[in-house]
Each structure stands twice: as structure tokens, then as C-alpha cells.
């Protein structure tokens, strides 16, 4: 499996991610920047766990996100084997 790929909106490039902070178990605050030098676009960024798609073999009691439908577990489905859901 690739790692998770962001893209720059404007030029394709990949991003970069130069500094993160947590502000929530749930919530990631990031500032990525373009790493074409040409581009330069710089943006920041929110990572939100939003919902369990499925569950955890080693659950911890305090972790308590909604379960996702079905809907959205199809969705994540079809996008995994597209090979999109490494993709942003």
C-alpha cells in the first residue's frame, strides 16, 4: 500500500506536510505546503476522524465515534479498490 498522498490543487504536485498539531483525539491541524518550488502554495489543513467504519480488535472504552452506514462503508469500499482512498 502507497502512503496517503496529498496533491496540490493548482500545479499536481505533491504536498508536503511541514508541521501538524493535535487539538483533539479526533482532530489533526496541519500546514502543508506545495513542493513545487515554482507553486509554492502553502494551506492549512484539518484531519477529523469523523466515523468507525469498522471496529477496532483492540477497542479502547474512552474511543467513541458514530459507526458509519452502510452507505458510507460501501463508499470507502469502492474508493479502496479504485485505489482513490490513498488519495486526497
Request: charged fraction near 25%; hydrophobic fraction near 35%; aromatic fraction near 6%.
Amino acid at each position: 500500500m502507497s502512503g496517503y498522498k496529498l496533491v496540490c490543487p493548482h500545479c499536481n504536485s505533491r504536498m508536503r506536510i511541514r508541521t501538524s498539531e493535535g487539538k483533539h483525539v479526533f482532530l489533526r491541524i496541519a500546514y502543508l505546503q506545495c513542493t513545487a518550488e515554482a507553486c509554492g502554495w502553502s494551506v492549512r489543513a484539518e484531519f477529523e476522524m469523523t466515523h468507525e467504519l469498522s471496529p477496532s480488535g483492540m477497542p479502547n472504552p474512552e474511543v467513541n465515534l458514530p459507526k458509519a452506514d452502510r452507505e458510507l462503508r460501501r463508499a470507502a469500499l469502492v474508493k479502496d479498490a479504485d485505489g482513490e482512498a490513498a488519495q486526497a
